[in-house]
């Protein structure tokens, strides 16, 4: 067997020829993806997690905020409604303290990157309530106006296996999937498994090791911005990276694991959007609101 990275690249030149393919049937936010178009990928799979954030530095007054695993914020309204909090929107100052106090993220300094997490594994997604980020979602999304209009899951256990031609990106805005989808999500990572069963990710070369260089098991995923994530059926979330995953399998409770892998460089050495840093080459993102 050999190594390989992702064959697909992170160039604005293959992006724009994606875009010739079927559109993505999901919204776009009020983010400014205009210095972006090429930042959107298919065959994504129907999982999205929430990109990191900090989790562990403790607020006066919001001491259970930390590392318990959710995104905290205190209320506010959002009159505008893009979603993200602006100054001047009236809030509810749960510690009194004068300030609107949320937990800090950003796409670098907080996010996954490359250069710090190649080769982490993490749960895609979660078979287990205790692991959901927030109550009731198991990181299933609708990928495409069919997945949203078929209840029983099929379409979401295809696109598991195959190729959703949706086009997903920054600032794309998905629905979450009601429900745990234990039995779809088994059978659809099976089969998925199945295409390439003896594939396998090194960790001393943190490579995926396969016979197949175009092995299914090499897949994107997207990742949310984590203050877009809300409880509550018809709740939806915004896109802000795309990342090249490897997806191992899935465990005795019903978790998705995966791995990020690294994606190969554009043939003219360019990277979507242009000033991303190289380093963290294995994921795409425009610059935060």
């Known amino acids: 067997m050999r190594a390989i990275t ?9 992006a724009s020829l994606a ?10 936010s009020a983010l400014d993806t205009n210095d972006c178009p090429c930042c959107r990928m298919s065959c994504v799979k129907p999982w999205v997690v929430a990109d990191r954030w900090d989790d562990a530095t403790v ?41 609107r106090n949320a937990e800090y993220y950003h796409p670098f300094h907080t996010g996954y990157v490359a250069s710090k997490d190649l080769g982490k594994e993490f749960i895609l997604k979660p078979g287990l309530s205790s692991e959901t ?31 959703n031609t949706s086009l997903i990106g920054t600032g794309d805005i998905v629905g979450f ?13 099976e089969r998925l498994i199945a295409r390439d069963l003896d594939a396998y990710y090194d960790s001393t070369s943190q490579t995926v090791v396969s016979q197949n260089p175009d092995s299914p098991r090499l897949a994107f995923l997207p990742l949310a911005d984590p203050r ?27 978790n998705v694991l995966g791995r990020f892998i690294p994606i190969r460089g554009a043939p003219d050495g360019q990277l979507c959007p242009p000033d991303y840093p190289a380093k963290e080459a294995f994921i795409s993102t425009c610059s935060p609101p």
């Open 59 to 99: 607020i006066p007054g919001h001491e259970d905020w930390a590392n318990n695993g959710k995104y905290d914020a205190e209320p506010f309204t959002d009159t505008n409604g893009n979603g993200y909090y602006d100054t001047g929107e009236p809030y509810k100052d749960q510690n009194g303290d004068g300030v």
């Open 19 to 28: 875009l010739a393919g079927p559109k993505s049937p999901t919204q776009r």
């Open 133 to 163: 980020i927030a109550a009731g979602h198991y990181n299933a999304v609708d990928l495409s106006d069919a997945e949203r209009l078929d209840a029983t899951g099929n379409r979401y256990e295809w696109d598991i296996e195959n190729c």
């Open 177 to 189: 999937h009601p429900g745990n989808l234990s039995g779809p999500t088994q059978r659809g990572v």
């Open 6 to 14: 992702i064959v697909a690249l992170f160039s604005c030149l293959a």
């Open 228 to 254: 877009t994530i809300s409880s509550g059926r018809g709740s939806r979330i915004v896109i802000f990276k795309i990342a090249a995953m490897f997806i191992e399998g899935i465990d005795q409770d019903g």
